[in-house]
């Protein structure tokens, strides 16, 4: 017979609202009220996964149980995921992470979520609504996620990843191609996503939409001419100035998915001298296990730039 486990994430380091676990609300802490939420909905045993042990000994002067884990954990789900293995659940088959800070959840929320979750066979799952409101997008205080299609009334989705807001550490968001066909609101979205990511100083995420090879020297061809009309000769340096992706180096390696040998008209002037590497897997069953194996090869390539050694 199938069981279900779930696991309420939870931690004191918190900049907006600090040692928020533990804050009482009607002489109980807020993890409490959450813990009892989950104990309400009767689907299976209820463990919160912290690294604090302030929030341990709450829990456990409660009744409740806990799993400490590790303490650099960046999202709620890595901590779920090692407070599932080091509880050994081998005999559970479906966790259910249900939020720290939500001590309003109706517990028939978690029971129809783990309904869905044995219907879908989802070894791991959680609650999400879509964003309606601008407001909302940008409260730091609401966590976001990231998911592979949208979220409708009883539709799963995968997630990809979790956050609150871009922030100096994160990444840089850019978006290179021929954006005019798009309706306004789209435009108006990239705009946002742009300007608010700008200070960034992370990773930069360049994404092509709309977005040819050929169009992009063609374009800077003809910024050259409005210009610099009276220019009768350019160097590949000067000519980078006008490219789309002017403000970023060459790439060092281009992976192609799905098994196509081909540049497929993208970054024609940029990847020159970038070393190429062809994957037979599709793009979304591209995982980390791929991505390190082609930075290993990638490694033992020796870069000549046109040279002969």
């Not at 290179?176 to 946002?192: A, H, Q, R, T, V």
């Not at 960034?200 to 610099?228: P, Q």
Request: glycine share 4%.
């Amino acid at each position: 017979m199938s069981k279900s486990v779930i696991i309420i994430p939870s931690r004191l380091a918190s900049t907006r609202l600090p040692k928020k676990p533990l804050i009482k609300i009607n002489n109980k802490s807020l993890i409490m009220h959450v813990y009892e939420k989950a104990i309400k909905s009767q689907i299976g045993e209820v463990y919160v996964a912290t690294c604090d042990e302030e929030i341990a000994l709450e829990v456990k002067k409660n009744g409740g149980k806990f799993i400490i884990t590790d303490s650099k954990h960046t999202t709620g789900t890595d901590r779920v995921y090692e407070a599932s293995k080091k509880l050994d659940l081998e005999d559970a088959d479906f966790i259910i992470n249900v939020q720290g800070d939500e001590p309003m959840i109706n517990p028939l929320d978690i029971e129809n979520l783990n309904k869905v979750s044995k219907e879908k066979n989802l070894n791991i799952s959680t609650l999400a609504y879509n964003i309606k409101t601008k407001q909302d997008y940008e409260n730091k205080n609401i966590v976001k996620v990231v998911t592979k299609s949208e979220i409708s009334n009883k539709l799963t989705t995968e997630a990809l990843n979790f956050y609150r807001e871009i922030n100096e550490n994160s990444f840089k968001v850019r978006f290179i191609g021929d954006l005019s066909p798009f309706e306004k609101k789209i435009k108006d979205k990239i705009k946002i996503i742009e300007s608010k990511s700008q200070p960034n100083t992370g990773v930069v995420v360049t994404l092509a939409l709309n977005y040819g090879g050929r169009l992009d020297i063609i374009s800077a061809i003809n910024e050259i001419l409005i210009h610099n009309k009276n220019l009768k000769s350019i160097s590949e340096k000067d000519f980078k100035k006008y490219t789309l992706n002017k403000d970023l180096p060459d790439p060092d390696l281009l992976i192609r998915t799905g098994g196509e040998m081909r540049l497929s008209n993208f970054l024609l002037w940029d990847l020159a001298y970038t070393e190429l590497m062809f994957v037979p897997q599709l793009w979304p069953d591209f995982d980390k296990l791929i991505l390190e194996n082609c930075i290993s090869d990638y490694s033992k390539r020796i870069r000549k730039y046109g040279g002969d050694n």
